[in-house]
């Protein structure tokens, strides 16, 4: 026993401190210390892209369809939707309301794709 617990000591991982290591937050973490994590692909994006991604304009961000609305508005297709932006409906043209109901379907039967 007392050769193992030399052989342990012995070691250089059993001397060396260990490093400061960086927190890693998960993207729905809802930590409220978020603003002081850094990842360590940051200074790679900072310094080598010479992206500066600290103030991205609101503009920019990418929006969803959706906007937490629900189903499409078929008086807006008729094109007379009198409650414009406070309509709970989505107003999308035909050509947009036919790419969303495409877009949804991603899954293709695979008997289909073989003939079956």
């Known amino acids: 026993m007392a050769n193992v617990s030399a ?23 809802t930590n409220a210390y978020a603003d002081i994590v850094t990842f360590d692909f940051e200074d790679f994006v900072k ?13 920019q ?6 906007d937490g609305k629900t189903g499409v508005c078929n008086y807006f297709l008729k094109g007379h939707c009198w409650k414009g932006n406070n309509c709970i409906y989505r107003h999308l043209t035909r050509e947009q309301s036919e790419r969303v109901q495409f877009e949804n379907r991603a899954v293709v039967c695979k008997h289909w794709l073989r003939g079956l």
């Open 7 to 29: 052989a342990a000591s012995s070691t250089p991982y059993a001397a060396a401190k260990p490093k400061p290591t960086k927190h890693v937050i998960s993207v729905l973490d």
């Open 47 to 59: 310094n080598d892209l010479k992206l500066n991604v600290d103030h991205v304009p609101a503009a």
């Open 61 to 66: 961000k990418p929006r969803s369809i959706n």
